[in-house]
């Protein structure tokens, strides 16, 4: 068995791929969820003699975790959560080579072709990524407002028959670059209400949901994922800066 500094020098062989985005006042999230503000001058140096910022956000602002807690009277809180739970293989489907629109279904031919292509099978305890190429329209520094709106208002997403797959294979949690996750969505309305992903297929089932991910592109299609949520006190979900290693 390898000892604590093998496994260090093994990690520190592959290529870190941060796909966080950046924490910032008015950065683009669900419009449902309480915004994210930073108070800059909380403390400063020359008041204060040391700088410090204050934050004030929901649970659920930026890259974060959703837990079963956040739709599910009774489900697990982010805190019962052991702090290795999200240490663990994942498989990315590029969804972005197909082009996918506002509001489209993506099925199992597309799951297939991609596990073909990039020659992985989903296994039991994965974690799935579901790169739509959708981080493109987080533009948190837009003036206009159609455009600054449309990351939340639009997404692709996936069928009912791809998300009882996952459920069917037992993995650990489904990431996006999106603020949706696998629920089609256009002109601000889903097209599936209410979102099974949330409350059919995945919470319910003991699978947890991220959003909000960055660019995943540059990332294999397969290696380790590492988020570690903060153990939030009945917590329906956390922020978390995610990182992929291969």
Same mark, same amino acid.
């Given at each position: ?186 002109? @601000?309305? /889903?097209?599936?209400? %209410?979102? &099974? ?6 919470? $319910?089932?003991?699978? *947890? ?13 397969? @290696?380790? /994922?590492?988020?570690? %949520?903060? &153990? ?6 956390? $922020?978390?800066?995610? *990182?992929?290693?291969?």
């Amino acid at each position: 068995m390898a000892n604590a500094l093998e496994v260090l020098q093994g990690l520190r062989s592959l290529k870190c791929y941060d796909i966080s985005t950046h924490f910032q006042t008015n950065m683009p999230q669900f419009s449902g969820n309480p915004p994210l503000y930073i108070v800059p001058d909380a403390r400063t140096y020359e008041k204060h003699n040391y700088y410090c910022q204050v934050l004030i956000m929901g649970e659920h602002s930026g890259p974060h975790i959703d837990a079963p807690a956040h739709i599910i009277p009774g489900g697990k809180y982010i805190d019962e959560y052991a702090a290795d739970y999200f240490i663990a293989p994942y498989k990315k489907y590029a969804f972005d080579t197909f082009d996918p629109r506002a509001g489209e279904y993506l099925g199992m031919d597309k799951i297939k072709e991609l596990e073909e292509r990039d020659g992985f099978t989903l296994e039991e305890g994965d974690i799935v990524l579901l790169q739509f190429g959708w981080h493109v329209y987080a533009l948190p520094d837009e003036n206009d407002e159609a455009k600054r709106a449309y990351y939340d208002q639009n997404s692709p997403g996936l069928t009912d028959e791809v998300m009882q797959y996952f459920v069917d294979r037992k993995v650990k949690a489904v990431g996006a670059d999106n603020t949706n996750c696998a629920i089609p969505k256009k002109d @601000g309305k /889903f097209l599936q209400m %209410p979102p &099974p992903d949330h409350e059919k297929y995945f919470l $319910p089932n003991g699978i *947890l949901i991220m959003e909000n991910f960055g660019n995943m592109t540059p990332a294999p299609a397969t @290696g380790i /994922f590492v988020a570690i %949520p903060l &153990p939030i006190d009945k917590g329906s979900g956390c $922020p978390v800066r995610p *990182l992929l290693f291969a």
